[in-house]
């Protein structure tokens, strides 16, 4: 089953020291020399993002951003195919986003025929 796995660092004002960039080296060899690799990105700064909204009528608004109020911002994601559930939270939990004050979302990826 594929899982997402996103992850979220924390805020600029977080007192926890962020994983080293060697970490994250580690995590991602380990993700795909493991096989359960399926894609996975780096997002670029928060302040390239643009939000885009549709209304009832069909007129977009094209803003800056998001700034939504939030202490943790999206950097990045994984796709791992693996079991189950369990076998996802282990590698989340490997993850270096985890650490420093950041946390790993977990989601299952769903399956249309």
């Known amino acids: 089953m594929k899982y ?3 992850i979220n660092s924390a805020a600029a004002e977080s007192d926890t020291e962020p994983a080293s960039f060697e970490e994250w ?6 993700v795909r020399e493991s096989g359960v690799y399926v ?12 939000t885009v909204r549709v209304n009832a009528s069909g007129e977009r608004t094209v ?4 700034f ?13 195919d693996v079991p189950d559930l369990d076998v996802a939270l282990d590698w989340a939990a ?6 420093g004050g950041g ?11």
């Open 4 to 6: 997402m796995l996103l």
């Open 25 to 30: 080296v580690a995590y991602d060899k380990s």
């Open 39 to 50: 894609a996975g990105e780096s997002l670029a700064d928060l302040t390239t993002a643009t």
């Open 63 to 66: 803003t800056d951003g998001p």
């Open 68 to 80: 939504a109020e939030t202490r943790e911002i999206l950097g990045g994601f994984y796709v791992i």
């Open 94 to 99: 490997r993850c270096p986003g985890a650490r």
């Open 103 to 113: 946390s790993i979302v977990v989601r299952p990826v769903a399956e249309f025929d």
